[in-house]
């Protein structure tokens, strides 16, 4: 047995595992009982080693797979990525023996691209649930294109926008380092983040860049996902904020299901409220 730390988790983790909980158990019953759909995957790009630790409670608690291989109506196939060996590893414990359920180790937007999706397409009648939840900036927008384009993809995706604060949306953005801009460029797909990030205000010295609220660069992202990457349906995401009330990150849904999105839009404003 390998011995992994345990990710000590907020109560905003426990509200997204329980909003997982809740859409992949219908997902899977609904794709379940749809015969003309060959197979239907589950997909954590992110997935740590399968448990965390509550801070509010102490408890250990399910971590994202392992509530996926819960679900009442099994997926046909499992596909849980992570970039550290010891979580690749608790993960490998967590399936045993199970013949569903593929472990990859590395970076999951090669990894996604090259061996998942692919698994996946529409026209083969597969669909899939894909799972973004990282602790930066990412996956990749070549990922989430991707998914949006594929047809047969939904995601759940967490926007970080406190890593994006703090490393990149400064308020003079001249002084952001090279490599921050780099990442903030492969997360958008292009630099037309900074339209919505910054706003020209005049000023007795010529027009300057102000930042803009997060709202407006969320709202950008959000358009971003239906208009380039292609997807049909995106509610408004949920601001998933830390014991102070700071913002951690937004959780954004993405399909082209009506009935997928409206079960997770009620999920969503349930736990929004």
Not at 230 to 250: A, C, L
Request: glycine share 6%; with cysteine; aromatic share 12%.
């Amino acid at each position: 047995m390998v011995a992994v730390q345990i990710d000590e988790v907020g109560h905003w983790t426990e509200i997204k595992l329980d909003i997982i909980r809740e859409y992949s158990a219908a997902y899977a019953r609904i794709l379940h009982n749809q015969s003309a759909i060959r197979t239907f995957d589950y997909i954590d790009a992110f997935a740590g080693s399968g448990k965390h630790r509550s801070r509010t409670s102490g408890r250990e608690i399910q971590g994202s797979p392992a509530i996926a291989l819960n679900v009442s109506t099994p997926f046909s196939h499992y596909h849980f990525i992570d970039l550290v060996g010891r979580k690749a590893e608790s993960l490998r414990q967590l399936a045993g023996e199970r013949e569903d359920v593929t472990i990859y180790q590395g970076d999951c937007n090669a990894i996604l691209l090259e061996k998942v999706f692919p698994r996946c397409r529409y026209e083969n009648y597969c669909r899939a649930l894909c799972l973004l939840d990282p602790y930066d900036l990412n996956p990749k927008w070549e990922v989430v294109k991707t998914a949006g384009e594929m047809r047969s993809i939904e995601v759940f995706m967490n926007f970080m926008i406190m890593d994006a604060n703090m490393n990149i949306l400064w308020k003079d953005p001249d002084k952001v380092p090279a490599g921050q801009i780099d990442r903030m460029r492969e997360f958008w797909g292009d630099d037309s983040w900074r339209d919505a990030a910054y706003k020209k205000e005049p000023t007795l010295f010529g027009d300057w860049d102000q930042k803009a609220p997060n709202d407006d660069l969320v709202s950008a992202y959000r358009q971003r996902l239906q208009t380039v990457a292609g997807f049909t349906y995106v509610p408004e995401p949920i601001p998933m904020r830390n014991s102070k009330g700071s913002i951690i990150y937004y959780l954004f849904f993405a399909s082209h299901n009506n009935t997928g999105y409206k079960i997770a839009k009620a999920i969503l404003d349930r736990y929004r409220r």
